[in-house]
């Protein structure tokens, strides 16, 4: 029998961080683990877990947060879009209101109002998703 190889499937929040109706803006993590830089929270979807799943569990072990999703923003699958192998990554835009807290693999966690986004310290292809998502707003 032929073995399937297929890329690894990922999710990530463009998470924005809510003080009652006032948009305090968006949350990224600092990341402890290579490849350094900032990154939206997120990671790899497990076995028998839905995407949905992976990221609100993702999200609240790297920022503390309980995520609401809000909508599918897109699928990033740029072969190249991870240095360590093909990850093919479902976007989501998500809400959540709180005090985030970094854990897991995120080194610190912060929250950038969004003319203030760091765009050339991101990695992976973020910036790429929030440039995608600024269009939207």
Known sequence: MREIKTPYVATDAVLRL???EKLM???LIERLNPPYG???PGGFVE???SVESALLREVKEETGLEAKIN???GVYSEPNRDPRFHV???VFLCDAEGEPKAGDDAKKVRVYK???LPLDLLAFDHKRILLDYLKMC
């Open 47 to 49: 076995v028998g877990e």
């Open 18 to 20: 809510w003080e009652g």
């Open 25 to 27: 803006g968006i949350v």
């Open 38 to 40: 900032l990154a939206l």
């Open 71 to 73: 909508r599918l923003l």
């Open 88 to 90: 093919v990554s479902v």
């Open 114 to 116: 969004l003319e203030e």
